[in-house]
């Protein structure tokens, strides 16, 4: 079992609507990462948590919108977003935001956007 | 910039053979951290391993073997006797300490195919 979890792991969605990802860790850790992975592309930090407050937006779109009520559960909340925001959107976690820390993904949410 | 390169896009092999995904990374800091990651067809980035740039030792867990080598900015992985299980792609990434922010800079990962 993985010690994060995210819903939905598959997602089809208009360029109007609003849906959210939904990400929960079970590993006590203070820090919570959104990743995007395109096709043919490095992963991308998109936002970091440090004890729910976010730490760094890696300029991202502001149609992308990241929640993060405590230290186990962070949302991406998503609106009106473009076909070129189809991606698999990965959540991850670590004990804190230093760089020796190693970072845990969960199976990530797959985005299409039609 | 690049700052981890992972030159092999893709590697086939049959089953029993082994092979080794090379990971070369760029730095200037003296302390970092490296890393292997496993993605299967599901999605799911699966850690492998984690080194920091003061432990060269070479390290063996079952089939899996990495090689650090600070002189040549390379931290290769070797799976020994492949089998169609290991089929996926692997991704090498670095975290520096210095003035890098937040982010895990991953090279754009080797697909490996294991045949039976």
């Known amino acids: 079992e993985t010690g994060v979890t995210q819903t939905p792991r598959h997602l089809v969605m208009g360029m109007t609507n609003k849906k959210s990802l939904k990400c929960e860790q079970h590993?006590?850790?203070?820090?919570m990462y959104w990743y995007k992975q395109s096709a043919k592309k490095p992963l991308e930090l998109m936002f970091v948590?440090?004890?729910?407050?976010?730490?760094e937006n890696n300029s991202v779109p502001s149609r992308f919108s990241p929640e993060c009520p405590n230290s186990s559960h962070l949302f991406l909340h998503l609106h009106t977003l473009q076909p070129e925001d189809s991606a698999l959107y990965l959540c991850a976690s670590s004990q804190e935001t230093f760089s020796g820390n190693t970072i845990y993904f969960g199976e990530g949410s797959w985005l299409t956007v039609v | 910039a690049q700052k981890v390169t992972q030159a092999q896009t893709e590697i086939s092999v049959v089953e029993k053979e082994d092979v080794t995904l090379d990971c070369v990374y760029e730095?200037?800091?003296?302390?970092?951290?490296l890393f292997w990651y496993k993605q299967p067809p599901s999605g799911e980035l699966v850690f492998l391993i984690r080194r920091n740039s003061f432990d060269e030792q070479n390290e063996i867990s079952g089939r899996y073997s990495w090689n650090f080598q600070k002189s040549t900015s390379s931290f290769n992985f070797t799976i020994t006797a492949s089998q169609v299980v290991d089929s996926a792609v692997y991704f090498c990434?670095?975290?520096?300490?210095?003035?890098?922010?937040?982010?895990?800079?991953f090279g754009k990962g080797t697909s490996l195919l294991v045949t039976p």
């Open positions: 590993l006590g850790h203070n820090a």
């Open positions: 730095t200037r800091d003296t302390t970092y951290y």
């Open positions: 948590y440090s004890l729910e407050e976010r730490v």
């Open positions: 990434a670095l975290r520096e300490m210095a003035n890098s922010g937040y982010a895990l800079n």
